[in-house]
Nanobody, 123 residues
Framework: QVQLVESGGGLVQAGGSLRLSCAAS?????MGWFRQAPGKEREFVAA????????RYADSVKGRFTISRDNAKNMVYLQMNSLKPEDTGVYYC???????????????????WGQGTQVTVSS
């Protein structure tokens, strides 16, 4: 059983930055960030493999968001720059314990989820 706890969300103006953190209670393999806006389905944001070699981003965040991890601390981060109002939503950290070498963007491939942290970007 892996517990995930997100932090770092908040209210920021458009063009601002936030850094989300996800603390895992145990070693994980591939890690991902997903988000869900009000009235919309949960969508993929970014993912990183254990080695950090395999990284993927949603097209909507490429060039603005950066995912990283510190395996010694069981931490994953999401640096979000140039935030837009459409980035608003609840951001979830997720763990894929399948030892997949190439990360996946499919939410059902992740078997542990955090409670989420709210990100609100005002215009």
């Amino acid at each position: 059983q892996v517990q995930l706890v997100e932090s770092g969300g908040g209210l920021v103006q458009a063009g601002g930055s936030l850094r989300l953190s996800c603390a895992a209670s145990a070693r994980t393999y591939a890690m991902g960030w997903f988000r869900q806006a009000p009235g919309k389905e949960r969508e993929f944001v970014a993912a990183i493999s254990w080695s950090g070699i395999s990284i993927r981003y949603a097209d909507s965040v490429k060039g603005r968001f950066t995912i990283s991890r510190d395996n010694a601390k069981n931490m994953v981060y999401l640096q979000m720059n140039s935030l837009k109002p459409e980035d608003t939503g609840v951001y979830y950290c997720a763990a894929d314990t399948s030892r997949r070498v190439v990360v996946t963007t499919t939410s059902s491939d992740y078997n542990y989820w955090g409670q989420g942290t709210q990100v609100t970007v005002s215009s």
